[in-house]
């Protein structure tokens, strides 16, 4: 078995032109931004808006990234749709570009379906897919997908392909949750990335894989940091503490983006890209979402200079507007 | 403004051939059966597996219907996706054939959306489609989609697309909430459909359109009877007790297909249909779903018979297989 992906990874955020349609230039220089900074790639996570946006316009967007040379080794794009079908189409063109996983959303329309229903869904992609390259990483988010992963389900699928379930994001944001899968499957080669940076220390203590969190958009040499000090041989004096440092740190910028008082992550972090990256055609999102309102980025921007906040990797786009506002 | 669709429309059963995919053939006996009694056709809705079926998919499906004859003013397909992208392109299909109308969900995987959110997402829909004969019947389903249709967004949209927002169907099980919209809305053209036949009675007698119900697939001439009853001029005695009557007949029947001792309703309809038609092929459903074990079968069996049931318009097909087999 080839080596898996480990530590930061980014659900890229999207940029959309002014028809909303994908921007691959953005895209794809946002994706180098965040390579430079060692963080990996998982297009089409929740974050990216990946159900807003159409098979067709993810493949191309997937296409642009390997044309562009960008390894596909370091990506783990989002497949997972509500039909076998789709799932289908957009994992096996994942594995074909040699990506390193897909992270696969179980079929959320349905609420209230069974275990068995669920297996089979997965089996079927699997058998489907036919490829022994494929390393699937189960997506559990209950709070926005309903349907989640179960710890019963993830054996069953485990016994029958142990090479194709490579391992699961928990963004449940229940620490409780991440720690049973963590201790039911150690040893299986079943890697546990965390939805939140604010568990990777805890989830590297225990033997987690990762992260794969929204906010590695926008943070994420801070994150490598961490995951590198939990993962290195350095025998510091304090190890516990600093490690603790950079975990607070973390929390710190997480917390500013996820405060309710911005309409969504997603978009306060759109707003950030576009503030730091002098850039304002990056707050663009796709309905159902909505931007933040001018008050929100003059508040956003001014909460971030707070902290002292800089955006690594970030170079500055040359732009006649002035940040912040809404193109 | 050409006459709108009304009455009952059943959200067509997609019949799977062994390798899951759509078996156009049974599809268009099954709505050719539906039409002749006097039942719409409402492909893709969740009774459907819509979303578990892709976009390419539909649209054949959709061609394969025109393509036989069947008149698309009889017709009003599910289109509603999470991307706008999906939704424009499905919607687009279907005004060009000249469909009665949409129905449409809202974009369904974020939780919490704005009113804000959901109108452009909707209004981005209308304009990017640019049809005057566009009909969209908002599809209100709070237990399985999560996000809802409220009074307020039906109020700005039928404000600013007072022609495309045509109505709505109400699957919400909650006749209070049926009825808020039917008062806010009487006399605007907004037309309602509830989306279980139990409240067909009460629907009509408050200025309701019809019903769009699962259940339609296998009792469509019941379901057409009390609508017919309520449009109808008849002045027979008794008729309140009359009309109450065909409602109670209604409600035994699909208290028997929305029984929790099977999976779902949906299985439990195409096993119905396997059984009344002979054709076990008819049983197969896409996961998440699974379909009735032998057992359940066995038993919708016999609550059909001891009710003395019959399945109107049903033509049988020859089959070696015994009826209720899984193939």
Redesign the interface.
Known sequence: MSERIRGGLAPVVTPFKRN?SPDQERFIKHCRSLLSQNCGLAPFG?TSEA???????RISLIDALVAAGIDPSRMMPGTGC?????TV?LTAHAVKHGCAGVLML??????E??E???Y??FS?VIQRVGDARLRIYLYHIP?????GITLRLVERLLKTYPDAIAGMKDSSGDWNNTKTFLDAFSGKHFQVFVGSESFLLENMSNGGAGTISATANVNPAAIHELYAECVGQSKFENRESKLEQLQVRLNVVREIFSSRKF??MIAAMKQAIAIYTNDPEWVRV?????ELTGNQAKLLAAELKAIGFAMSGITKTSATRKPGMNP
Chains 1, 2 share one sequence.
């Open positions: 909303l929740t159900n807003s946006i159409s098979g067709d316009e509500c039909s076998i079908t789709e189409a179980p079929p959320f329309y349905y609420k379906v069974t068995e229903g669920l089979r869904y079927d709070p926005v997908a309903i349907v309409p969504s796709r309905p159902p979402l909505v």
